[in-house]
C-alpha cells in the first residue's frame, strides 16, 4: 500500500516585526521587506535550525504568528526515514556552524525541503543576506554582526556568557571619532569665510554614523547576556536602536 502524503509548508516569520520595511530605506538605502526567518511543518511538527536542529508542534516555535505560510507541496516520504535524513545532516547543523550569511535557519530549511519534495524555498528568503550586503551601509554591518557571533561562539559559557568587543566595532567606534574631529576641524578652517565657501556636508551623515554605532554597542550588550542568537540579537538591537533615533532620522531625511 502507497504511503499517505503529508502536507509539507513553510512558515516565514520576520524578525524585526516590520522596522526592516519600515526603516531599511533610510538606514540601508534600499527596501527590506523583512529579516527573514522560516521553518518547515510536516507531520505535524515544525523543524527550524538555530542552536542546532529544533523540533517543535506545529504553531509553537517561539517566533510567534507566522507573517506568512507557503505551501510547498505533498511529500511521500514516511517521517521515520526523515528522521533518520535529520539525524544524518545534525552534524552539519550545530550551534557552533551556524553562520548569518551563509549557514543559517533558511538554509536549512531550504536543505531539507529539497529532501522532501525537491524544491527549494522562495529564492527572495535565501536571498537576503545579499540585499543587505549589497547596500552600502549593511557591508559594514553584517562583518560587524558575524565577528560578535564568533566571538560568542569560540568563548561563551551559558552560566557565564563571555564578550569581548569585536575588532570591528572598535573599528566602527574608531572611524565615528575620526570623522566627528574632521568635521570640528572642517567647521573651524571654515568660520569667517562666505557661506558658498563652505563645504558641503551630507546631512545624514553624523545619524547614519551614530545608528551604526549605537546598534553595535545594543548587540552585543544583547549577545553577552547568552540568551539570544545572533540573528534574533540583531534584530532586537536594531529594533531598540530605530525607536530610539528611527523618527528622528526619517525628519531629517524629508528635510
Same mark, same amino acid.
Given at each position: ?7 509539507? /509548508? ?5 524578525? @524585526?516585526?516590520?522596522?526592516?520595511? !519600515?526603516?531599511?530605506? /533610510?538606514?540601508?538605502?534600499? &527596501? ?5 526567518? *522560516? ?20 504553531? &509553537? ?16 516520504? =514516511? #517521517? ?28 536549512? @530549511? %531550504? ?39 564568533? &566571538?560568542? +561562539? ?11 568587543? @569585536? =575588532?570591528?566595532?572598535? !573599528?566602527?567606534?574608531? %572611524?565615528?571619532?575620526?570623522? %566627528?574631529?574632521?568635521?570640528?576641524? @572642517? ?12 563645504? +558641503? ?8 554614523? +551614530? ?5 553595535? #554597542? ?6 553577552? *547576556?547568552? &540568551? ?10 536594531? +529594533?531598540?536602536?530605530?525607536? #530610539? ?11
Amino acid at each position: 500500500m502507497a504511503e499517505e502524503g503529508h502536507k509539507v /509548508s513553510l512558515h516565514v516569520y520576520d524578525l @524585526s516585526h516590520g522596522l526592516a520595511r !519600515q526603516l531599511s530605506m /533610510s538606514f540601508l538605502g534600499k &527596501t527590506i521587506e523583512a529579516i527573514w526567518h *522560516t521553518g518547515v511543518v510536516v507531520y505535524g511538527r515544525e523543524y527550524y535550525y538555530g542552536r542546532g536542529i529544533q523540533e517543535v508542534v506545529a504553531g &509553537t516555535a517561539p517566533y510567534g504568528t507566522p507573517m506568512r505560510v507557503v505551501d510547498l507541496g505533498i511529500t511521500h516520504i =514516511p #517521517k521515520d526515514v526523515f528522521e533518520m535524513y535529520l539525524q544524518e545532516i545534525t552534524p552539519r547543523y550545530t550551534a557552533e556552524s551556524y553562520s548569518l550569511l551563509a549557514h543559517n535557519c533558511n538554509n536549512f @530549511s %531550504s536543505e531539507i525541503t529539497q529532501f522532501l519534495v525537491g524544491n527549494n524555498i522562495p529564492d527572495y528568503i535565501l536571498n537576503l543576506p545579499n540585499e543587505v550586503t549589497s547596500s552600502p551601509m549593511g557591508a559594514l554591518i553584517m562583518p560587524m554582526i558575524q565577528n560578535l557571533e564568533t &566571538t560568542l +561562539k569560540a568563548g561563551a559559557v551559558p552560566q557565564a556568557p563571555q564578550f569581548r568587543q @569585536s =575588532p570591528v566595532t572598535n !573599528q566602527v567606534n574608531r %572611524s565615528t571619532d575620526t570623522e %566627528s574631529s574632521k568635521i570640528q576641524a @572642517s567647521k573651524e578652517q571654515t568660520s569667517g569665510k562666505d557661506e558658498d565657501a563652505k563645504p +558641503k556636508v551630507d546631512p545624514l551623515g553624523d545619524a547614519r554614523s +551614530k545608528l551604526q554605532e549605537e546598534i553595535g #554597542k545594543e548587540f552585543a550588550a544583547i549577545m553577552a *547576556t547568552g &540568551t539570544f542568537r545572533a540573528s534574533e540579537a540583531a534584530a532586537l538591537a536594531t +529594533k531598540k536602536v530605530m525607536q #530610539k533615533y528611527g523618527h528622528i532620522n526619517m525628519n531629517a531625511a524629508q528635510s
